[in-house]
Antibody, heavy 121, light 107 residues
Framework: EVHLVESGGGLVQPGRSLRLSCEAS????????MHWVRQAPGKGLEWVAG????????DYADSVKGRFTISRDNSRNSLYLQMNSLRPNDTALYYC??????????????WGQGTLVTVSS | DIQITQSPSSLSASVGDRVTITCRAS??????LHWYQQKPGKAPNLLVS???RLQNGVPSRFTASGSGRDFTFTISSLQLEDFATYYC?????????FGHGTRVEIK
C-alpha cells in the first residue's frame, strides 16, 4: 500500500524559510514523478511544484518560482520542498502527491495527509 | 497559463440523482484532464485520469469524457458517500491548474 507522510510544517514569520519533507513507501519511488500541492484554509487546490522520476524535469507555479525549490532523494524515498522568503499567502496545508507517470504530467494517484504551514508575525 | 473553468461551483442533489460537472480549458489540453473527489478534512482522491480512465476501485457510477477543451464528469446515481467537492485538473502544460471545485450538497 502506498504511503506518503509529510513533515516540516509549522508557524513561521514572513520572510523566513521552511523545509518540508515527504517520506514515501509502498511503491518504487524512483519510477514516478512527484508533486507538492497546497490548499489554503477553506480554499481550493493549487499545484505548487513537480519533479520527474530522476529529477531532470522540474516545474513550479508562478506564485512560488524563485522562492521554492523541489528536490528528491531516491536513495531515501523522499521528496522535499525548500521554501524561502515565505509570505502570509503561502499559508496552506501542503500535500505531497504521487504521479501516475514518470514524467510529471499524469494524474495524482496518491496523496499524503498534508503538513500545515502558517506564515504570520 | 491554461485556465480551467469548472461549473457549477455548487449543486444540491438527492440520493439517486444524476449529476454532471463540466470543465472547459482556455486552450486545448488533449486528454490531460483528471478528476478528484475531496471530502472535508481529507486529502483529494483521484477518480479519473486522462479524461476518461476510471481508477481501480472507483465505482462504475462515476464516468468522465471529453478531449480538447471540453470535459464532462457524471455520477449516474448519487449515493450518500458521494457528497463532497470535486475538482478537475489539467496536466497538459505547466503550471498545472485546477478548476475551482464543485461542491455537491444534499438537497
Amino acid at each position: 500500500e502506498v504511503h506518503l507522510v509529510e513533515s516540516g510544517g509549522g508557524l513561521v514569520q514572513p520572510g523566513r524559510s521552511l523545509r518540508l519533507s515527504c517520506e514515501a513507501s509502498g511503491f518504487t519511488f524512483d519510477d514516478f514523478a512527484m508533486h507538492w500541492v497546497r490548499q489554503a484554509p477553506g480554499k481550493g487546490l493549487e499545484w505548487v511544484a513537480g519533479i520527474s522520476w530522476k529529477g531532470a524535469n522540474i516545474d513550479y507555479a508562478d506564485s512560488v518560482k524563485g522562492r521554492f525549490t523541489i528536490s528528491r532523494d531516491n536513495s531515501r524515498n523522499s521528496l522535499y520542498l525548500q521554501m524561502n522568503s515565505l509570505r502570509p499567502n503561502d499559508t496552506a496545508l501542503y500535500y505531497c502527491a504521487k504521479d501516475t507517470r514518470s514524467l510529471p504530467d499524469g494524474g495524482l494517484s496518491n496523496w499524503g495527509q498534508g503538513t500545515l504551514v502558517t506564515v504570520s508575525s | 497559463d491554461i485556465q480551467i473553468t469548472q461549473s457549477p461551483s455548487s449543486l444540491s442533489a438527492s440520493v439517486g440523482d444524476r449529476v454532471t460537472i463540466t470543465c472547459r480549458a482556455s486552450q486545448t489540453i488533449l486528454s490531460y484532464l483528471h478528476w478528484y473527489q475531496q471530502k472535508p478534512g481529507k486529502a483529494p482522491n483521484l477518480l479519473v485520469s486522462m479524461a476518461s480512465r476510471l481508477q481501480n476501485g472507483v465505482p462504475s457510477r462515476f464516468t468522465a469524457s471529453g478531449s480538447g477543451r471540453d470535459f464532462t464528469f457524471t455520477i449516474s446515481s448519487l449515493q450518500l458517500e458521494d457528497f463532497a467537492t470535486y475538482y478537475c485538473e489539467q496536466s497538459y502544460s505547466t503550471p498545472r491548474t485546477f478548476g475551482h471545485g464543485t461542491r455537491v450538497e444534499i438537497k
